[in-house]
């Protein structure tokens, strides 16, 4: 069986338990308790496809540490997966979807620096947030790290009202910001990037792909959004909406956006990949 489809499988239905120290060619359902990746919630094992939200994998190399943060941070009423060492971090992002939220990064896994890992977990899980824990305390060690593509930084010593309080904030910024395809807008911060570049918009031009991005292959007709997008009456005859989705769509295109607004007369709009 293909390691995807077994993967896939695993997710939406069966064991719980990932041996991550295999290749994925030899990834089969094992019955071991010899599981490197566990999912915890209140000190209780669940199955990876009962947790659906607020899923926070812990990346620690010191046992007791590692047994303190899942415990202040499955108290929260959060999933937490953990790993203890560089190589099966690199095993993690072998995993070709999204699993996590939010990662609590060790810099320092056994003498192996997983700053240089930073990039790549963006790169294979986009629309997760790091959170590095660091023993290094310096203003350019912080700035390095939020460089890199680090979200968040914290020092050790911590305190652990203070690291939860991060990862509810960080939890948050996921639920302010929309993704599709190579499309991100954030709510809070009213900006949209394509890939890393940033597409100024207009005011109507933001809330219009908002309400759009929000329900990806669902049609809106005309009266909705000259009620929620405009605020108007839809008996005032108007040629705004077709004004500011040609507008939209062609500042998609040129930004090379991935996604486009497809319309249906007497039907209304919608956005896809």
Known sequence: MMYYQYLMREIQGGTPRINLNLSPDQM???????????SSQNGKGRKIDEVLLNRVLIVEDENKLLGHLVRI???EGFSTFTCTSFPELENILKIPIRKFDIIVLDRLLHGKDTATL?????????D????????????AEKAALLDFGADDYL??????D?????????LRRNRSELRLGNVTLDSDKRTVKINALELALQNKEFILLRTLIRSPGKVFNKVFLYENVWEMSPDVESNVVE?????????????DANISIKSMRNKGYWVEE
């Open 128 to 139: 997760i947030k790091i959170l590095i824990v660091s023993a290094v305390n310096t203003p």
């Open 118 to 126: 930073v990039g790549r977990i963006k790169e294979v899980l986009p």
């Open 155 to 160: 020092a050790k010593p911590f305190d652990s």
């Open 243 to 255: 004004a500011t989705v040609n507008k939209l769509r062609r500042r998609l295109e040129e930004a």
């Open 162 to 170: 203070e690291l939860v309080a991060r990862v509810r904030a960080l």
């Open 28 to 38: 089969i359902p094992k019955s071991s308790s010899n599981t490197i990746l566990q």
């Open 73 to 75: 941070i499955s108290d």
